[in-house]
């Protein structure tokens, strides 16, 4: 029985200039690192090969992670014609002929692998326009993304679509492409050991990016063995993946939330320093922080909106960078004052009553009289003006007639909050004993 994962037909072998990353391309899916979830045996993508057969499938994950290759070697695999196309180089005119073309060929009894290159580009109704010839078998379709599916992609197009996520390239992966271009080569890369795991983290999971790196390191002559410093001043690091208006952006900004809210200011600033290091707006990030300090602490610890504030007029004063160590400030605090989010429930809880109850009118003793006729009809009689009373409480009723008193804010024992229910409980025992009385 022949190789699925070995076909004859593969591509040619790249022409001796061609860049690294092409010379080390996997000519098999065996050869992938990085994605034996995928394309191991027991892979969505291994048990489609070995029963060859193919459904349409999109490839979400970072860039440099084998989704091209895959697709490539994917076609192969299965017995079918590859038809690359990239999203942001073509448009209606193009699908067109290529739907055409692929039609033609399966008169002939040739399938198509449709590979569409950052597919998310692509708008709605382009989008729209696969669904026929992938609903009639013209084409089999393989999309490529770094970005969510679920956000990107119409649902039409994903209910006819499987999701794989690809991973992030980690160490173990990325060691054995620098074994593969030392093997190519027939020579060690010029760094020692530490310098070595510093290349290995400056690609930041691309394997792309590494091999490019490799060759730039292979083409200068480096008499001795580079250490961490020699390799930083000749090489740069990776630019770190984050689009403000993409998922990198949300997932760190919901991660340092959580981080916060979890009491972890190690982890808080580390997620902190991952978004204004990528380039993130500063206002946002404070914008974020003041929202976190009236819904995850609020009473608990009224100062920690103070501390927010203050950062983002200190900020505004000192700009970047050196503004920024107030919002390391303001990013500190959060995370170690007393966490409360019972403000931020009292709101949701009255919100809805008062939508509920409509437009019920307050009691009339606690009404303003302006006028003698509203005086007369009893606007503001009998109301007990609590300064006169000899605790300053006069425990009156101020709930409408037709609504039975309700309980918002439940201070939690916590910080500040603690206090503040040692109060509301003591005006809750004078109320009910005056009432009583």
Known sequence: MADLFAPDDLPATPPADAPLADKLRPRTLADVVGQDHLTGPDGAIGRMVAAGRLSSIILWGPPGTGKTTISRLLAHAVGMRFEPISAVFSGVADLKKVFATAREHARRGEKTLLFVDEI???????????????????VTLVGATTE???FELNAALLSRAQVLILRRLDAGALEQLLDRAEALTGRPLPLDPAAREALLASADGDGRFLLNQVETLYSIAIPEPLDPAGLSALLHRR????????????NLI?????????????AALYYLARMLTAGEEPLYVLRRLVRFATEDIGLADPQALVQCLAAKDTYEF????????AIVQACLYCATAPKSNAAYAAMKSAWKSARDTGSLMPPQNILNAPTKLMKTIGYGKGYHYDHDAADGFSGDDYWPEEMQPQTFY?????????????RIAYWNRLRTERNAS
Do not use: M, W
């Open 318 to 325: 000192l700009g970047s960078p050196e503004g920024e160590l």
């Open 148 to 150: 969510n599916p679920s």
């Open 254 to 266: 919901s991660a340092l939330h959580k981080s916060l809210r979890g009491s972890d200011p190690q």
């Open 120 to 138: 998310h580009r692509f708008n709605r109704a382009q989008q729209d326009s696969f669904l026929p010839f992938v609903e009639d078998g013209t």
């Open 239 to 250: 630019v770190a993946v984050y689009d403000k208006d993409r998922e990198g952006h949300y």
């Open 410 to 422: 439940a201070p939690t024992d916590r910080g500040f909050e603690a206090r503040i229910a040692e």
